[in-house]
């Protein structure tokens, strides 16, 4: 089964694609005032100049007319030679003053490519921090993911190699027995057998469920449920385990019926998740409380224990997937409470966890009242 991209990569990957589109529609929008104040400046100078430059034509052409004027009346050389020859120096002094402008503006429009690289520079220089600043969390998030990955990989192995052990196991011993003509354990045999194939069968369901998910291919049937059944059933089907590790369990959803419209085996699915942690975590002789309250809009179910709680920082990542406690003895796959937080989501309701360290932990969740 391919293990698709979580919802968190790819919301980083977008976060980092918003960031450098955002970063391209920034400059656009943030160099257009500068870009034109500085081309405004350049305009200003290249006109400066261009009429200073006019200016000395100008002046230039009325020397060279009095020169024309005065050779005119005191030399004896033809006029047309006069002529020619001013017109020879006018020519130079034209060309001389016309090398300067150019000169002139081609630094002009120099500083105004330096100054406009200048601008881009300190902008980009900004977004781009900003914007590999996301690249790297998304990088830093990418290589954690890769080695959750392998931690997952390792976990799945570690889960389905010990209930096939326990399989194997009992499978020999019942052979060994049947070929001795003893049949005093068989029942105890099959009952592991049986308890080891109904693990392997979470885990296998666990993961099919996050891929559904992952698709958009993981629906609800929905029907009008009394959430107090539901919890009367959750109660009954734990019995036997909550006798046989010495819990009490209680069941307080009030005397009024508690319609909601609802996936009943995938909400059995939640509590069934929420109920096992709490027997899972809390010492032999705990005790778990199961209530429902109606609030204006919502029903809001518990699930309360007294077991050894859960600290803040593991509060804060508990319904990521493969997120699992560092309790010794007692290792997952860390799927249920993503898979439980993704089904009330469905249901368009919300799930969350109050806790202390030392005094138990309450899991909740609301689902919409049915009108």
Not at 8 to 29: F, H, I, P, V, Y
């Amino acid at each position: 089964m391919a293990l698709t991209e979580t919802t968190s990569t790819r919301a980083l990957r977008e976060k980092t694609d918003k960031s450098l589109e955002e970063e391209r529609d920034k400059t656009d929008e943030y160099l257009t005032q500068p870009f034109q104040e500085v081309e405004d400046n350049t305009h200003e100078k290249v006109h400066s100049i261009r009429h200073a430059v006019d200016q000395v034509k100008e002046n230039q052409r009325e020397a060279l007319d009095d020169d024309k004027e005065r050779v005119r009346a005191t030399a004896d050389t033809p006029l047309s030679q006069v002529d020619d020859e001013l017109l020879a120096e006018e020519r130079e002094r034209l060309d001389t003053l016309q090398a300067a402008e150019r000169e002139a503006v081609d630094r002009v429009r120099a500083e105004e490519r330096a100054q406009k690289e200048s601008l881009v520079n300190a902008l980009l220089d900004h977004e781009r921090r900003q914007t590999d600043s996301h690249l790297l969390d998304e990088r830093i998030h990418v290589d954690r993911e890769l080695i959750t990955r392998e931690q997952f990989l390792s976990i799945v192995s570690h889960d389905l190699k010990n209930p096939l052990a326990a399989i194997s196991i009992s499978a020999r011993l019942i052979r060994k027995s049947i070929s001795k003509g003893e049949t005093g354990g068989l029942l105890e045999h099959l009952g592991r057998i049986q308890h080891s194939a109904d693990a392997m069968s979470r885990i296998i369901s666990d993961l099919l469920d996050v891929e559904r998910m992952a698709q958009g291919k993981l629906t609800l049937d929905l029907a009008k449920v009394d959430l107090r059944v539901l919890l009367q059933e959750c109660g009954e089907l734990f019995a036997p385990l909550v006798s046989q590790q010495a819990f009490s369990m209680e069941i307080d959803a009030g005397a009024e019926p508690l319609f909601a419209d609802l996936d009943h085996d995938r909400i059995l699915q939640v509590l069934s998740n929420l109920i096992g942690n709490s027997l899972k975590f809390t010492p032999n002789g705990g005790a778990i409380k199961l209530s429902a309250r109606k609030r204006e809009t919502h029903v809001e179910v518990s699930v309360t224990d007294n077991g050894p709680g859960i600290s803040a920082e593991a509060q804060a990542r508990i319904f990521e997937r493969f997120s699992q406690l560092n309790v010794a003895g007692h290792q997952g796959l860390g799927l249920g409470l993503f898979i439980a937080k993704w089904i009330v989501a469905a249901h368009k309701g919300r799930i969350w966890v109050t806790s202390t360290p030392g005094n138990g932990c309450t899991f909740s969740f609301t689902l919409p009242l049915s009108f």
